[in-house]
């Protein structure tokens, strides 16, 4: 399975990997460094302009060494996280008064400099010097999780050395620079977290997630149960007088409850026809949906956070091949389910009750 994947992966960075990037195939190893750090706590279409102006006012790791404090940090404005910028500037010029000017080539001496971490190790190792690291960050988690259907929550102790040890199993060791932007890439463009390019994606019949309709519930965050503020959009997907059902298996509110298929977003969405169509289309490989109902806004109020959302309720002519096998309740007999008082809100409300039953 490790080996199909490497192989299809770098086949869909071959054949369909359009994304551009300023600093992709770039082998210097200071430019390389300086684009990490900035996207560390920065989203890419911000950090961009940051980039640019860094390597323009220091195209080398010397100029920035020689840079005054008090400039560099006015450059830095606007990105936060200060540390990174203190960093960056000793980094430099260690590397300049110490290390005589060369960025070291080997993993073990890199992840010693300071303010560099395993990642962004890992990433100036093989993209500046083709060394056999994986690069584990959020777009890895993601595609890995996916790809394996693995349900360890990635910000765990547990979960981080399984997908460290995935990640470097997956890896090309002979195109390992190749590789890493490949996986990131795709991450990026087709395995989105919110709406993944499923439909359409050059990796789908070796997805495990795909086939278990795993996607919506992967990667799983340990750390999601400390929100205050979590938005729940259920789609009720009909078929000839039954619904796709699912029980809550990880360990997060209402465990071993059934609820319908569930996006949850970082942020509240909006559902027209089209929005549903296109969601079902992508995710699930629905097409021609018939969309009976979008609800209006429901609460629940737990004793730690707040659950919002909205219901979404279609019917579909033809179930797809990697639903068929999932459980399709008799709508008249939903209520034999324990299902959350959140779903239940909305079956019992009278105004939707003559509707849906």
Known sequence: M??????????????HNTRQMPWKGEKDPYK???????????????GLAYY???????????NLAAAKDE????LWEGLGYYNRCKNLLATARYITDELGGLFPSEYKDIVALKGIGPYTAAAIASFAFNKPYAVLDGNVFRVLSRLFAIDSPIDSTIGKHQF?????????KEQPALYNQAIMDFGATVCKPVNPQCHACYLQNACAAYSKVLVNKLPVKEKVLLKKNRWFYYFIIQHQGTVWVQKRTTKDIWQNLYEFYLLEAN???????????AWLYQQLGISNAQLLQVSPLQKQQLTHQQIRGQFI???IEAVPANMLEHQWQPIDSLSQLALPRFINQYLEASVWQGDLF
């Open 164 to 172: 460290a040890t995935l990640a470097q199993e997956v890896l090309d």
């Open 52 to 62: 640019e102006k860094f390597v323009s006012l220091y195209p080398t790791i010397q």
């Open 32 to 46: 390389i460094w300086l684009s990490e750090i900035i996207l560390q706590q920065t989203r890419v279409e911000q």
């Open 267 to 277: 942020e509240q969405q909006t559902w027209t026809d089209a929005a549903v169509q």
């Open 313 to 315: 309720r279609v019917n």
């Open 2 to 15: 490790e080996e199909i994947t490497t192989s299809l992966l770098m086949g869909w960075h071959s054949l």
């Open 71 to 74: 400039v560099v940090f006015k």
